[in-house]
């Protein structure tokens, strides 16, 4: 007969088994998990699931961006295996991005069972609901037992899971675990189960007008001047036949990276001419998902009077302008069904011809730049990433720079970002979970302070199989609060600036990890343009965040007529 704590250990077992097998039938390939007892379930049934590929990472944080960076990349959603207690908290920062970008995490926490909650158990917090409105779904499991339908049961919540991870409005969801003990059964114990199927996840129609194309047909029909601005989750395939319509690109729309006839992306410097900006306002707005980052965009739109129209496929609202506009949710994919208005004549080639002498203006000034200046930095990147790589771009000014200086190109170079929550959290751990067992070379853009923000994840710089070129831009501190007027003050340096005193060198060889202090243009381009065969390479510029300020403020002032 079978004792008590064994029976527990044996349903442990099942548990932890039934959700490797599910998670690898849904479609699941990789789990991230950080190491803990209350977690041995979960985390020894999914290293011993054949088709899951699992890698230990020491912290919950860095596990949890790792994640974040390779659902990104493969559009498939991750798996977070985490212990109980304070452990799940250290996702938080990752999970509202994951939640504002919509990106799919499965998150499986581990828990003490209800008796030890709430009276002193060690590693023990509330861990219900812990994540709130950022995950699409939460629910937390019955203790595990062994009878097939509570197996079942939980088949069907990891299937549900699975659907609200990646429905109409992709992101997070929270499964919460509880287990007693003893954890792991000591006979062996054998299991079978029904393999769950996995399905597409449908659209969710009910959340869609019935004639949605129609209705942003009728909304869009009077207009003479109108402007489509291409938001950074908008396919490329849905924007190619739009080629009579000026197209404004996000930093990160992948038509930054693919030949189109309509395509803008010097309109940071069109806009801030006074003469252009006023004999081109538009009648209408069509924008396709969040806005771009540029705050003189924005502002031109919200002063222009022109009617906005907002598609957004999630039904997540992306729209924070003050003035009124509308918003349709509908799939990119339907673009293709909308009436477009006809343009009065010459309204395309007037951006055109204004987008291409800025650009030939612009190219001049930067053959006088050198590769210390950072704008020069982007610019050069633009110019020699090799074909079909990766880029992933810090916030504050490396995502600005790639905006307001990024090369038009036609290589087919994915551009990725953290433009959920616009933080510079976990950017060392993202580029690292995007170049974990990708085929093709990742590049990172990093300031210096959100690389030492993230410095812990390269922890497990050795664990990651893929090629990463970091360019940690060390302009000895934050120098996007140079544009503030913070930066008069004389507090400013202490409170904002926040200049670190690290050695990147030692930093890198504690790790393991090569380093380069670039000394010339000729060595950066090479790196940029040679990708490193294996592991991580951090490659350090030295800059004046002062002198770029000035840079980028000449740079910004090139128009048309310049």
């Not at 949605?212 to 601005?229: H, M, Q, Y």
């Not at 950074?232 to 996000?250: E, G, H, R, V, Y």
Request: hydrophobic share 40%.
């Amino acid at each position: 007969m079978i004792d008590t704590s064994e029976q527990t250990a044996r349903a442990n077992f099942l548990w932890g088994r039934a959700t490797a097998q599910g998670l690898a039938d849904l479609g699941v390939e990789q789990v991230f998990f950080s190491p803990g007892s209350r977690s041995t379930p979960l985390v020894v049934s999914c290293e011993r699931e054949a088709r899951l590929s699992c890698l230990p990472v020491l912290d919950e944080r860095t596990a949890a961006f790792l994640a974040l960076g390779h659902a990104r990349r493969t559009q498939v959603p991750v798996a977070l295996v985490c212990t109980s207690g304070s452990a799940p908290a250290n996702w938080y920062p990752a999970v509202t991005e994951a939640s504002y970008s919509g990106i799919p995490l499965l998150l499986l926490s581990a828990d003490r069972p209800p008796e030890l909650q709430e009276c002193g158990a060690g590693q023990t917090i509330n861990q219900i609901n812990l994540f709130g409105s950022f995950v699409r779904f939460f629910h937390s499991l019955p203790v595990p037992r062994s009878e097939q339908d509570d197996i079942k049961n939980l088949q069907a919540i990891l299937a549900k899971a699975y659907s609200e991870a990646t429905g109409q409005s992709p992101g997070p969801v929270h499964l919460n675990f509880p287990f007693c003990e003893p954890l792991w059964p000591t006979l062996e114990v054998t299991s079978k189960f029904a393999h769950l199927v996995k399905t597409e996840a449908s659209p969710r129609t009910a959340d869609h007008p019935k004639n949605f194309a129609g209705n942003v047909s009728a909304a869009i029909r009077n207009s003479v001047r109108p402007i489509i601005i291409a938001g950074m989750n908008c396919p490329l395939n849905a924007l190619q036949s739009f080629t009579t319509l000026p197209i404004l690109c996000d930093s990160l729309s992948p038509l930054r990276e693919n030949e189109h006839p309509a395509r803008i992306l010097r309109y940071e410097n069109l806009l801030r001419c006074p003469e252009f900006s006023g004999s081109s306002t538009p009648d209408l707005f069509l924008v396709l998902g969040p806005l771009p980052t540029s705050k003189t965009l924005r502002a031109w739109m919200d002063q222009s009077g022109a009617k906005r129209v907002v598609i957004e496929p999630s039904g997540q609202k992306v729209d924070p302008l003050s003035s009124r506009g509308e918003q349709h949710t509908m799939r990119f994919e339907d673009l293709a069904d909308i009436e477009f208005p006809t343009a009065e004549k010459d309204w395309l080639d007037k951006w055109i011809t204004g987008d291409a002498t800025v650009e030939k203006n612009i190219t001049k000034e930067f053959l006088d730049l050198s590769f210390f200046e950072e704008p020069k930095v982007t610019r050069l990147l633009s110019e020699n990433l090799p074909q079909n790589s990766h880029l992933y771009v810090a916030n504050s000014m490396p995502i600005r720079d790639l905006e307001w200086f990024w090369k038009p190109g036609n290589r087919g170079r994915k551009l990725h970002g953290a433009r959920g929550v616009n933080g510079i959290d976990g950017t060392l751990g993202t580029a690292m979970g995007i170049a974990h067992l990708s085929k093709k070379p990742v590049y990172l853009l990093s300031g210096e302070l959100a690389f030492l923000h993230d410095s812990n994840a390269l922890l497990c710089a050795s664990d990651i199989q893929g090629s990463l070129t970091v360019f940690v831009i060390n302009n000895q501190g934050g120098g996007i609060f140079e544009n503030l007027a913070v930066s008069s003050l004389s507090e400013f340096e202490k409170c904002f600036a926040a200049p670190q005193n690290c050695d990147f060198f030692r930093l890198c060889q504690a790790h393991g990890v090569e380093y380069h202090l670039c000394k010339s243009e000729e060595e950066l381009v090479s790196w940029m343009a040679h990708p490193h065969k294996l592991g991580i390479r951090v490659i350090e510029i030295q800059t004046d965040r002062k002198q770029d300020r000035d840079i980028r403020a000449r740079l910004l002032s090139i128009g048309p007529s310049s």
